[in-house]
T-cell receptor, first 113, second 115 residues
């Protein structure tokens, strides 16, 4: 059982470049999330999705885009990368919300130089 | 919006000593509260959660947390620390915003276990 899989694990981007962070889950979860983790700041929600075709902004969506064409996949797109986007990105999924557990991928460490 | 405050960004304990990690929340209604653990270079893993069924919640690896409404606290404890407990711990609250409930995380507490 793979759970939540993120690729790549590491990436270095130059300012202005674009990239897509991939996330896939095999638990048939409706809810999926993208977070960024910065030292001493905890995790901040970037975007989330409540099902295929439905996405919504989280706390820090600027500079990012998402799509959800299937239940399994929830890619995060960075357009025109900036140094402020240097962070560790986590994808997560859950069966529901409220008191249900969120399952996390192992993260993508992104550096923008 | 609800918020979570974790007191102490770094906590060090000796192996075998009591672990106490503090978490306070702000909420006008009974919340859903969680503790997650993050081992180095890994994603977050659920330790335990409070859903109003019982105020003392037991989780994995010998951890437990007590919900105290009067103190708006949900502190995490373990009677005897083990070297393998060294990790970062996050308290989180489930908050309804936008079209669904979302997790709001505290800033985290790095636990160091000294031999």
């Amino acid at each position: 059982n793979a759970g939540v899989t993120q690729t790549p694990k590491f990436r270095i981007l130059k300012i202005g470049q674009s990239m897509t962070l991939q996330c896939t889950q095999d638990m048939n979860h409706n809810y999926m999330y993208w977070y960024r983790q910065d030292p001493g700041m905890g995790l901040k929600l970037i975007y989330y999705s409540v099902g295929a075709g439905i996405t919504d902004k989280g706390e820090v969506p600027n500079g990012y885009n998402v799509s959800r064409s299937t239940t399994e996949d929830f890619p995060l797109r960075l357009e025109l990368a900036a140094p402020s986007q240097t962070s560790v990105y986590f994808c997560a999924s859950s069966y529901g919300t409220g008191d249900t557990e969120a399952f996390f991928g192992q993260g993508t460490r992104l550096t923008v130089v | 919006a609800q918020s979570v405050t974790q007191l102490g960004s770094h906590v060090s304990v000796s192996e075998g000593a009591l672990v106490l990690l503090r978490c306070n929340y702000s909420s006008s209604v009974p919340p859903y509260l969680f503790w997650y653990v993050q081992y180095p270079n890994q994603g977050l893993q659920l330790l335990l959660k409070y859903t109003s069924a019982a105020t003392l919640v037991k989780g994995i690896n010998g951890f437990e947390a007590e919900f105290k409404k009067s103190e708006t606290s949900f502190h995490l404890t373990k009677p005897s620390a083990h070297m393998s407990d060294a990790a970062e711990y996050f308290c989180a609250v489930s908050d309804f915003r936008g079209s669904a409930r979302q997790l709001t995380f505290g800033s985290g507490t790095q636990l160091t276990v000294l031999p």
